[in-house]
């Protein structure tokens, strides 16, 4: 079977290589992914991302017209105690298949995230603001970004924020629990952002390969950058009272937290061995531009996600 650079061929199946198949996003995109080739999706069982040697030998003995890098390091606090794990997985894996999706033509796909700014800026952030990252996370998301950039290959480059789904630990299902056990409960006010849902990623993905294919393909050596976050910014804490407000509704979830019990506070008052961007709002015009697209809001995702969990708690 032959394979190109492009997306199909007549009588061609485009092969697509998935790396973090078993992540919030990589769980979604194996569907949307599906519907633009064959999809060869991984986990870290398959390829651990922080082994240079066993990435090159999965993508080589895949050959993939396309890779998709959905794994990463996210434990944003862990972080701080594991910099060198961290950049492995964060800026060393996304260096390692930029070169080698430059090597063989591949359009690379890699994801970013919101922690690359300091939080600073009065507005949303656009994708050629000034960066800035406050912790280990954000400095090695950055320095993938930087990677997949220098190495010359086509890649595009999604920056989100705030990811959430039924699959993996989120915000979300730590309020849940936390309403189970707690009468009360502080959550931080003051950092704003938009939370995104993993399906919605996916979603945007998969279309993104449909607009490339038809008529938006990129040129040889071109890298794309664009933010990808739900409509409608909330904080920390307005986010929590909405998942409990929803869930306490909802048939399902025995909780003993109530949304007025949710008590906003300062970020100072509580600390963690990462800062975090006070401001995480993601400017998404260019995105929704270039792809046709509106961002839609987060909530709705929020209620099917609350669904699905209350159908798998009662059995379902």
Known sequence: MAYCAGFRLVGVMVRILLLGKDGQVGWQLQRSLAPHGEV??????QCDLADPDRIRSIVRDVR???????????????????PVLAHRINAVAPEV?????????ALLIHYSTDYVFDGGKEGPYVEGDPTGPLGVYGRTKLEGEEAVRAAGGKSVI??????????????????????REKD?????????????????????????????????ALEPGESRLYHLAAARPVSWCGFARTIVGLAGQAPGFDLRLRP?????????????????????????????????????DWQPYLERMLQLLALKQNGY
């Not at 009360?184 to 993905?205: F, R």
């Not at 963690?272 to 961002?295: I, K, V, W």
Request: glycine share 8%; net charge neutral.
């Open 260 to 296: 007025e019990a949710i008590a906003a506070i300062p970020s100072v008052d509580y600390p963690t061995p990462a800062r975090r961007p006070m401001n995480s709002r993601l400017d998404c015009r260019r995105l929704e531009s270039d792809f046709g697209l509106q961002m839609p």
């Open 158 to 179: 999604f920056r989100t924020s705030w990811v959430f789904g039924a699959r993996g630990n989120n915000f979300v299902k730590t309020i849940l629990r936390l309403a």
């Open 184 to 216: 009360s409960l502080n959550v931080v006010d003051d950092q704003v952002g938009s939370p995104t849902p993993a399906a919605m990623i996916a979603t945007v993905t998969g279309v993104g390969l449909a607009m490339l294919r038809h008529g938006a």
């Open 97 to 105: 298949l930029a070169a080698e999706a430059a090597r063989s033509g």
């Open 40 to 45: 060869v999706a991984c986990g870290r069982a």
């Open 64 to 82: 993939p017209a396309i890779i998709v890098n959905a794994g990463a390091y996210t434990a944003v606090d862990q972080a701080e105690s594991e």
